[in-house]
């Protein structure tokens, strides 16, 4: 009787998650689709719905992410690497890096992007740029890169690293050559997730300046757009046309966020070294 | 073992150690490694105390003893691997040819390139069979003829015949008794002068465990040969000598490996001197 109970109870948490998420894509998509047409991925936004695209965004969002993963990658894999293989636990100052990485994970987007304004925007004088963005976007996406990247370096067992010391090689032999490529995988899956999150993020963007109106393709150091910003815009309009353009702006989205997690199940499957 | 008349030990063991082929005499044997009085401890609590033997050259050395006493903290100061622990302590002196392998000036890394290391567990790079065995030639820059050291150290490793078609394909696929002799052809293939085994066929079946044991005969023509086991029988079946480590606990409860006893494996198994040997020996102990 308990066991049933459990098990309905089991049931139905599954079930409100799975009946959420299949009615808003169902919605969405209904609505979207007579607007998910070459001008959606050609125009810029306009007065009319039936001429307004959201190349400005899409492209700006494309932007963010290239970006993005130019930055976080990196500085988020040095840092995992340094925590994991070079830090000594007992020194004060590495455990406080840590416990500040735990504690960044935690931040509320927002300040990230209340942060990008007076430090980046105002403060180095960057302007309102999409690498103003593009760099807050990184700050938030960072933590997430480095406990990612932490597990899978944690996750290369100590044999490996003591057969290749046993062997003669220095300590940068042994964490280039056999530590790295063995975590690759898991790298890349956890840094493919957090770029999923930073592209869906709007808040820290409307913040750096993120404009809601752009008519023109972005650059670095121009002003921009990205997708959720442009949704957000679109829904907001009076114009019934235009909250069925948001729902196709939001079927482009998901569709990029679909596709980034597919692909960091897939690497995960095909390239994870299992020891 | 239960039982057994304290004279006597395992009659295989026994007959082992007696087909023991007739040692160069004391004067005529070259010292690889001469240990003396090492102490080694973790955090301040010594797992190994006073140590002394030397190891000689192109000889079988068995490390024999019972859970504790400290045969892998003993074999890992040999190739400084005790240095990747944290608050490991090594006093006392290991020379090799003379040299102490713990002077300050001494680089670790220079130490394992002529003291290879086969670990108890196979651990293979999750790499293709070629690229382990080229590793370690590759980190010390020996990467002319490179395929041909391969081959070589896979020879040697009695490994080639089962993996030559398929170099390329991942280590991890094959077997742990291959596996382990892949570990081997990692080792030689720097041509290193001692070879370290901890416990290498623990792990295995006992015709993979044969096949080590048969290549260790072969190996010790080019190369000094440490090995830990606590298999008896393999220690009488390989060794030319032995060493016994046994617990010592003391007063306060402390236990620590320290070396019993130290001699030619026909005489460790048959004769030995000293009684907690002969305890350990005929099974009445560990």
Not at chain 1, 108 to 134: M, T
Not at chain 1, 204 to 210: D, E, K, M, S, Y
Not at chain 2, 38 to 63: E, H, K, M, Q
């Amino acid at each position: 009787m308990r066991a049933a109970l459990f098990r309905a109870f089991l049931l139905l948490s599954l079930a409100i998650g799975f009946v959420a998420l299949g009615t808003l894509v169902a919605d969405v998509l209904w609505k979207g689709i007579p607007y998910l047409d070459g001008i959606l991925f050609t125009e810029a936004p306009s007065a009319d719905p039936d001429q307004a695209g959201a190349r400005p965004a899409i492209l700006g969002t494309v932007y963010l992410m290239g970006l993005v993963l130019l930055m976080a990658v990196p500085i988020g894999v040095g840092t995992a690497i340094y925590l994991e293989e070079y830090a000594d636990r007992e020194r004060w100052y590495n455990r406080l890096l840590e416990l500040n990485i735990q504690n960044l994970a935690a931040v509320p987007s927002i300040v990230y992007g209340i942060l990008g304004l007076a430090f980046l925007v105002r403060g180095v004088g960057l302007g309102r740029v999409l690498l103003a963005g593009a760099m807050i976007l990184t700050l938030l996406v960072l933590p997430i890169v480095i406990v990612a990247s932490r597990e899978a370096i944690r996750a290369v067992p100590d044999s490996i690293r003591h057969a290749a010391y046993a062997l003669g090689a220095t300590k940068w032999q042994v964490v280039s050559r056999q530590v790295i490529p063995a975590a690759t995988a898991g790298i890349a899956t956890g840094s493919i997730l957090a770029l999923a999150r930073a592209i869906g993020e709007t808040a820290p963007l409307l913040l750096v300046g993120a404009l809601t109106y752009v008519a023109f393709d972005p650059t670095v150091l121009g002003a921009f757009t990205a997708l959720p910003i442009q949704i957000f815009q679109w829904t907001a309009r009076p114009q019934e046309d235009f909250k069925l353009l948001a729902a196709a702006a939001i079927v482009v989205l998901l569709a990029i966020l679909l596709t980034m997690n597919a692909l960091a199940i897939w690497l995960r499957d095909r390239y994870q070294t299992r020891f | 073992m239960g039982e057994t008349p304290d004279t006597i030990v395992d009659v295989r063991v026994e007959a082992a150690a007696k087909n023991r082929p007739v040692l160069p005499p004391r004067a005529l044997r070259d010292v690889v490694l001469g240990v003396s009085d090492l102490t080694v401890s973790y955090g301040g609590a010594p797992a190994i105390r006073g140590v002394s033997f030397d190891v000689y050259r192109n000889f079988v050395t068995a490390i024999i003893g019972p859970s504790g006493s400290g045969k892998s903290t003993l074999i890992r100061c040999f190739n400084r691997l005790n240095d990747l622990v944290r608050g490991a302590r090594v006093e006392g002196r290991v020379l090799y040819h003379g040299h102490d392998l713990y002077a300050p000036d001494v680089d670790p890394v220079e130490v394992r390139k002529r003291i290879g290391m086969v670990f108890q567990k196979p651990n293979p790079f999750p790499k293709s069979i070629y690229d382990n065995v080229a590793f370690g030639p590759r980190v010390l820059g020996m990467t002319d003829a490179l395929d041909e050291r391969v081959e070589r150290a896979l020879r040697q490793a009695a490994l080639w015949d089962e993996v030559n078609h398929r170099l390329r394909e991942s280590a991890l696929g094959l077997s742990g008794g291959q596996q382990q002799r892949l570990c081997i052809a990692r080792a030689v293939a720097t041509e290193p002068d001692v070879i370290l085994m901890d416990e290498p066929a623990s792990a295995l079946d006992p015709v993979a465990t044969t096949r080590i044991e048969d290549l260790m005969h072969d190996l010790k023509r080019d190369y000094s040969i440490v090995i830990v086991t606590h298999n008896m029988q393999q220690a009488a079946r390989v060794a030319d000598m032995t060493a016994f480590l046994s617990v010592d606990v003391s007063p306060e409860g402390h236990r620590t490996g320290i070396l019993v006893e130290y001699d030619e494996t026909a005489r460790i198994f048959t004769h030995p001197s000293d009684r907690r040997t002969q305890d350990y020996v005929t099974g009445r102990f560990g």
